[in-house]
Structure formats: structure tokens, C-alpha cells
């Protein structure tokens, strides 16, 4: 699925096969936060899946590698 040109905050439930500005802006955040180090391309595939796993697991969430709700507020609240 594609999303707008511009993100400023993560609004959608992201998971494998999306692409786009907020995809593009959780993996500048992962990165951010040491839980991503591959290049930003803005495609959720299976590396941007498992540094979210690896994101929720290092903060007590359930690791499904799906930004929900609950990953999606934490990780808005550090990209801030």
C-alpha cells in the first residue's frame, strides 16, 4: 500500500508489503534508536519486520513485527 509523499507522524498499522513516508519514517526512527541498519528505503520488508520485532522486544511489547498502537505511539514519541 502506498501512502502520502510526506509523513510527519506514524498514523497507520504498518506491517510487510507497505511502502511510503511513514514507512520510510519508522525506519529512520528504528535507526534512530539503534534497532535498524540497513539502508531507509521506504518498503517494510522482512529486515524493517524483524528490527520492529527487535524494537518490541527490547521495550516489553508483544514482538508480532506490526507497528499497532502501542509501537506506533512509542516509536511517534521518539522520533519526536
Known sequence: MLLADTATAIVHTLA???????VSMLQTILTKVDHFTAEITGYFG???EQSVMDFQRA???AAV??????????????GQ
Do not use: D, K
Open 16 to 22: 510487510r508489503g507497505w511502502t511510503g513516508p511513514e
Open 46 to 48: 522482512t529486515l524493517t
Open 59 to 61: 521495550n516489553n511489547l
Open 65 to 78: 513485527g506490526v507497528v499497532g498502537p502501542q509501537t506506533r505511539a512509542l516509536l511517534n514519541q521518539m
